[in-house]
């Protein structure tokens, strides 16, 4: 398979969990719905490990200013964040009635879509150049895709939506990592403006998303999960490299 085909393919797996993540919200007795704080702390420290380790580095190889579009991929979230969509927690937003504005969800899909749109963008750039990188960035963006889809269906439900629009929103966001994929393949030269961009949203989804949902937690085990996020990463890495995938 090309380099296109796999980002293309591994786009739609990470666009499909964000359908899984919808569909544990919009299924009745879908079952225990704690497991999903587990994953946001992993993909926490996941994406950290990735953006600090890899995309940094690669960013910087390939562009020698690249930490300016590292700190605008980072402020692009956070405005889209805090001026499209009123702050709200991931996997928090479960209503079955409307407490909220249905203009509000839509703003939220938007702002969501922004983040998704940058998953597969980061995934078709980490593939440009190289396997190894391409799967890495593959598994930091799935690891945080189920908890994403579960929040906009969450948010659907809340402003009184059906069950069927809350999903058609979590698969709005699928697309959106496809749409991702597919401009970054056809604009391949760019790759290091695409790289350091991912890497500022990277660290700003994990660091400003992802880890304060972790801090909420009372106990040591979600704590102990980001740990093996990064733990993960090495792992990954590792075997990685020794299948020689560069």
């Known amino acids: ?74 402020f692009v979230v ?53 396997p190894a990188l391409g799967l890495l960035l593959f598994f930091a963006v799935l690891l945080h895709k189920l908890p994403e889809g579960f929040t906009m269906a969450s948010v659907m439900l809340a402003a009184g939506h059906s069950r069927t629009t809350a999903l058609v929103a979590a698969g709005g966001l699928g697309a959106a990592t496809i749409l991702g994929v597919l401009l970054t393949s056809f604009f391949s030269e760019h790759v290091g403006y695409a790289l350091a961009l991912s890497a500022g949203v990277t660290i700003y989804v994990a660091a400003s998303d992802l880890i304060p949902e972790v801090n909420r937690e009372r106990g040591p085990g979600v704590a102990w999960a980001v740990f093996g996020g990064v733990v993960l990463y090495g792992v990954a890495d590792w075997l990685f490299t020794s299948m020689g995938l560069h």
């Not at 956070?78 to 079955?96: N, Q």
């Open 78 to 130: 956070h405005l889209s964040e805090h001026t499209l969509v009123p702050h709200f927690h991931f996997g928090e937003e479960e209503h079955h009635e409307a407490l909220i504005h249905p203009s509000v969800s839509f703003l939220a899909l938007g702002g969501l879509a922004i983040h998704t749109f940058f998953d597969g963008v980061t995934i078709a750039s980490g593939f440009i150049i190289g």
């Open 1 to 74: 398979m090309s380099v296109f085909e796999w980002s293309l393919l591994l786009g739609a797996v990470a666009g499909l969990a964000d359908v899984a993540g919808g569909l544990v919200v919009t299924i009745p007795k879908a079952g225990n719905r704690a497991f999903l704080k587990y994953f946001l702390a992993i993909g926490a420290g996941f994406m950290l490990a990735t953006a600090f380790v890899r995309m940094l580095p690669e960013s910087l190889e390939k562009l020698p200013h690249a930490f300016f579009f590292v700190l605008l991929g980072y």
